[in-house]
């Protein structure tokens, strides 16, 4: 059998009740109800690693989704991404339980000063042995900037122009300011750290001003690895210099591969490979041992899906209050977003088996179980072999897989659909060694020259001092 590409998973989870499948938390199998222990966390990690995941990736918000009604009933009411708590905080456990799975955390670069944010980075880093991602977003929900003492959040585009200078502080920091062999830890000249080979960043921009030097040694990957979300044209832009992994929620085949092919052409037109970007789809898998099994799980499942919650969700993403609308119209082409761009132009673009646009309603169903991304129900060889046509037709790289149960889906997806895949060559038996970058790419732990972050590196800055 021909060696096919292999196929990278990441799981997809938030540190709260509801995430993507409102109403799934009342399923009898379900267990998102003990997202607040540090068991469910420790547990999805092995059950992840068992399955050779690249990678969890935690999403997270810093507001709620008070968009439909105007208030915060809904949400609380439905459970939809309402209580969340801190993703970061869990990686420790994580990392403790296993060896190497990857971790994605969601931070956002409204809030919180990248001085403070670096050494938390940093500090994961060193924590994981350089196992840390960072999901790049810039906030969403204006709840969030109201409560963080703004009236609104920033315009779209203005919101990416200030995180293209978070990001740069964040590389002046973990890139430009120890050198390599900063750190002595030579006991016979009582010196730790040489002090000639630290150096202040200088940074002053429009946004912020940090002088200093960074207050962390350098980790494993020194600049962890770079995800982002964003499939606006904004976005992409910002992704094409930024990111090295990139998430996008595509319903079909055919936008998904239009969407891929945009952000490969703009990493290229960068000064990049097209391939230094992976590149991971959306995508909800309901198995079993047979096809009837899976089929009747997934029926099982719409039964607890709360189509209130997934209004909720999709009027948060939107920036559209779904209450004001007919429900049973289609999303009109002319809304208006300063949310999530991407989300609307997707919804605007999907449809069902008829050709005709979804409604607000269908659209609601659909996001009932498993989010906004397409759902694959079959045996574990149905589901095999659908995902490696996908990445034939698509180019993608791999998928970002979100659950209907918790932590039950994933364990279907090990059990079922992992053998399937490593039987056709199409997924991984064993870890690469090294870092998360390491191992997405095969080409050592740090930021590859082409990247962004390169141009900072403490090497080509002393280099160029002379």
Not at 123 to 144: F, I, K, M, Q
Not at 157 to 174: F, G, P, S, T, W
Not at 280 to 297: G, L, N, P, V
Request: include cysteine.
């Amino acid at each position: 059998m021909s060696q096919k590409r292999e196929i990278l998973f990441n799981a997809f989870d938030m540190n709260c009740v509801v995430h993507q499948s409102p109403g799934l938390w009342r399923h009898p199998e379900d267990k998102a109800s003990t997202y607040n222990t540090i068991g469910y966390w420790t547990h999805l990690a092995k059950v992840l690693e068992k399955g050779k995941f690249d990678g969890l990736f935690i999403a997270d918000v810093l507001g709620t989704y008070d968009v439909f009604n105007g208030t915060n009933e809904s949400p609380l009411r439905s459970g939809a991404q309402a209580p969340v708590n801190d993703p970061m905080m869990l990686v420790s456990a994580m990392a403790a339980v296993t060896e190497n799975l990857g971790f994605g955390v969601t931070a956002g670069t409204a809030y919180e000063h990248p001085y403070a944010f670096a050494r938390r980075l940093a500090t994961l880093d060193h924590l994981t042995n350089g196992r840390v991602g960072w999901n790049v977003v810039t906030g969403y929900l204006p709840s969030a900037a109201r409560n963080m003492g703004q009236e609104d959040q920033m315009e779209h585009d203005e919101r990416y122009n200030h995180a293209d200078e978070y990001l740069e502080v964040i590389y002046k920091l973990l890139e430009g300011s120890w050198e390599d062999d900063a750190v002595q830890a030579d006991k016979e000249t009582g010196i730790y750290t040489d002090p000639a080979k630290v150096h202040n960043i200088e940074h002053e921009g429009k946004y912020f001003k940090v002088p200093g030097i960074a207050i962390t040694e350098p980790s494993t990957q020194r600049t962890p690895v770079i995800y982002q979300a964003g499939a606006s044209s904004r976005g992409i832009k910002f992704a094409s210099e930024n990111a090295e992994a990139v998430f996008v929620t595509s319903p079909t085949r055919e936008i998904l591969k239009a969407t891929v092919t945009k952000i490969r052409d703009a990493a290229e037109a960068a000064g990049r490979d097209r391939y230094d970007v992976k590149i991971f789809a959306m995508q909800t898998i309901i198995t079993d041992e047979t096809s009837e099994k899976a089929q009747a799980k997934y029926e099982d499942y719409k039964s607890y899906a709360d189509i209130e919650g997934a209004q909720v969700l999709i009027s948060g993403w939107m920036g559209v209050d779904l209450s004001e609308l007919d429900p049973d119209e289609p999303l009109g082409s002319n809304v208006k977003s300063n949310a999530i761009q991407s989300s609307v132009e997707t919804f605007q673009k999907a449809s069902g088996d008829d050709g005709k646009p979804w409604t607000i309603r269908q659209l609601a169903e659909w996001v009932g179980v498993g989010g906004f991304g397409p759902i694959t129900v079959g045996s574990g060889a149905e589901v095999a072999e659908k995902l490696i046509d996908w990445v034939d037709y698509t180019d993608v790289d791999g998928f970002n897989l979100a659950y209907a149960i918790t932590p039950g889906t994933f364990e279907d997806v090990v059990e079922y659909v992992v053998p399937e895949l490593q039987a056709r060559g199409a997924y991984k038996t064993e870890y690469a060694e090294g870092s998360l970058r390491n191992k997405l790419f095969n080409a050592g732990d740090r930021v590859k020259d082409t990247h962004r972050a390169a141009k900072y590196k403490i090497a080509n800055r002393v280099a160029a001092q002379g």
